[in-house]
Nanobody, 124 residues
Framework: QEQLAESGGGSVEAGGSLRLSCRTSEYTYRNYLIGWFRQAPGKGREGLAAIYPGGQQTTVRNSVKDRFTISQDNANNTVYFDMRSLKPEDTAMYSC?????????????????WGQGTQVTVSS
């Protein structure tokens, strides 16, 4: 089980921005696919973005790619998830996860290790 630690969640007003961080071990960072997901109350888990830091490959869900970006920080074994123009419907628990790299997947079933999550609340 790989270890991942999220940070950066919080409460913001609509239109605001947040940066989420997912820190992991160097081994996980260089060898695994890392994804960002969210789950709102009463809804299923939604894959938002994924990155394979070892190959510098990324993907972002079409519905959010005009507002959200994913990036890597090799010096700190950290994946960032930048969110701007936040909307109340973005309110959810956000989690990062690691999985074996078989392509840039946004399917939660392709991930085997999960962080604790960080809450994002957007007020109108």
């Amino acid at each position: 089980q790989e270890q991942l630690a999220e940070s950066g969640g919080g409460s913001v007003e609509a239109g605001g921005s947040l940066r989420l961080s997912c820190r992991t071990s160097e081994y996980t960072y260089r060898n695994y696919l890392i994804g960002w997901f969210r789950q709102a109350p009463g809804k299923g888990r939604e894959g938002l973005a994924a990155i394979y830091p070892g190959g510098q490959q990324t993907t972002v869900r079409n519905s959010v790619k005009d507002r959200f970006t994913i990036s890597q920080d090799n010096a700190n074994n950290t994946v960032y998830f930048d969110m701007r123009s936040l909307k109340p419907e973005d309110t959810a628990m956000y989690s990062c996860a690691a999985g074996e790299f078989r392509g840039l997947s946004l399917n939660p079933d392709d991930y085997t290790s999960w962080g604790q999550g960080t809450q994002v609340t957007v007020s109108s």
